[in-house]
């Protein structure tokens, strides 16, 4: 139970570290996404720049007497000297004519795919353009801009660009160096959780040892005056047959029994587990023993008793332990079914597991109550339950035998109609 609890702790703060670092790495992620481009941005702005200060000088110098777009060599490869003093080594120029065509290649860029059409026709209308596109298998960032003579006519474009793929290799590193931190942070996160959970849980197991302990040891100290105080209830009540304080005596020193013997099959469940000692059983056997008490006690209280009951059901268990479950579910049948109704107690295979159910057609139990039948202590109805001898303890030691199988135990009810208790166990194959 509390390693479970230190599990789910841990589970939960490795959760809450990951949802942080998720956020963190992708918000770290995409800031130095932006930084890169925008250096990048920087980088081809500041030669376009360049390239037009440069365009523009030799316009104004020709007067207008060239048409088309100019620029010597020395100026070009002035421009781009310039570019490679900043960061911007590897940023190219292109001089585009009007129509779309090099006019100069001046760093003698490889020419596949340049210059960017797409870039071209929409700096046409007049404004620069800037995007990121994919050119012969590279990803560049490119940026056009139009040149117009003193009269006003195009005179080409100036098409300049860089290549992304040193910010995107950047990108991948960080990305590689944030997955294997992350995945780190993981592994430590978790152990240090674990460690954490076990320490921050330690005084609340001792805590519950202590009540396990404390509830262990005062059933065994109740026990033995309970026994003297009823067995001489039995001999007085021998003596006396008519006297009722006796009998009440003898009803609750029973009672009182049943119930220090329940809480110490919890209070060992709790410590490790129900004991189990395993054998081969046929449960369909189990179920027509039981069947033949129940029935007694079905008839004593005025109810019809049927069993149907397949040939043998093997399974792998503790006959003695699976007993005290089928007596559990009868008993509660008999217990919660007024006089007058009917207990069908049935024990089949159905898809690899043998199936026992006990049905009647008692008191029920309303839905939302079903799920807290299995817990300690808890009746639907408190007095009814006293009243008939119940200790609230069968259903949570009847699922805790089922558990320690790796079986289960399901309730389905209808209030005023009845309930259906349901055990199941893989049936054994050799
Ligand atoms: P108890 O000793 O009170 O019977 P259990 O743990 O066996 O304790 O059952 C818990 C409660 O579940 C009971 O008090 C009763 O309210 C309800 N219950 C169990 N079995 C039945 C049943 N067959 N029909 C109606 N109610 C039931």
């Known amino acids: 139970m509390f390693e479970a609890l230190r599990w789910r702790l841990t589970a939960w703060y490795v959760l809450a570290f990951t949802l942080v670092f998720v956020v963190i790495g992708v918000s770290v992620f995409f800031w130095v996404d932006r930084r890169l481009s925008d250096e990048v941005d920087a980088a081809v702005a500041q030669v376009s720049d360049q390239a037009r200060a440069a365009v523009n000088q030799a316009e104004a110098s020709d007067k207008g007497e060239q048409s088309g777009i100019g620029l010597s060599s020395d100026d070009i490869r002035g421009v781009l000297a310039n570019a490679a003093l900043g960061r911007s080594a590897d940023v190219f120029i292109l001089l585009v004519n009007p129509n779309g065509s090099i006019a100069a290649n001046p760093g003698d860029v490889p020419l596949g795919g340049l210059p960017d059409q797409g870039s071209i026709s929409k700096a046409r209308s007049g404004a620069e353009d800037w995007r990121s596109a994919r050119v012969d298998g590279h990803d560049l960032r490119i940026h056009t801009v139009p040149v117009y003579s003193s009269s006003g006519a195009l005179d080409g474009f100036i098409q300049t660009g860089k290549s992304l793929e040193s910010r995107d290799r950047s990108l991948r590193i960080l990305a590689l160096v944030m997955a294997s931190g992350g995945l780190v942070g993981l592994l430590l996160a978790t152990a240090g959780g674990l460690v954490v959970a076990g320490i921050a849980i330690r005084p609340v197991r001792r805590s519950f040892e202590r009540q396990r302990e404390f509830v262990a040891d005062a059933s065994h100290e109740l026990r033995t005056p309970l026994t003297v105080i009823r067995t001489n209830a039995e001999t007085l009540s021998a003596i006396t047959p008519d006297d009722d304080a006796v009998e009440d005596i003898v009803a ?155 079986g289960s135990l399901q309730f389905r009810s209808e209030p005023g109609k009845g309930s259906t208790v349901t055990m199941r166990l893989p049936l054994s194959s050799a």
């Open 252 to 406: 609750e020193s029973k009672y009182m029994t049943r119930l220090l013997d329940d809480l110490l099959v919890l209070a060992g469940s709790d410590q490790e587990g129900i004991e189990l000692s395993l054998g081969r059983v046929d449960l369909s056997e189990l179920a027509r023993s039981a069947g033949r008490a129940a029935a007694r006690l079905a008839s004593d209280a005025g109810l019809t008793f049927d069993a149907v009951v397949d040939g043998a059901l093997m399974v792998r268990a503790d006959a003695e332990r699976l007993r005290e479950v089928l007596l559990i579910l009868l008993d509660n049948a008999v217990k919660y079914t007024p006089a007058g109704g009917r207990i069908i107690l049935r024990a089949q295979k159905e898809r690899g597991e043998a199936i026992v159910g006990v049905d009647d057609t008692g008191v029920g139990v309303p839905t939302a109550e079903i799920p807290r039948l299995f817990d300690r202590f808890y009746r639907v109805d408190k007095a009814r339950s006293r009243a008939l001898g119940g200790t609230g303890l069968g259903l949570s030691i009847a699922r805790e035998i089922m558990d320690a199988h790796g």
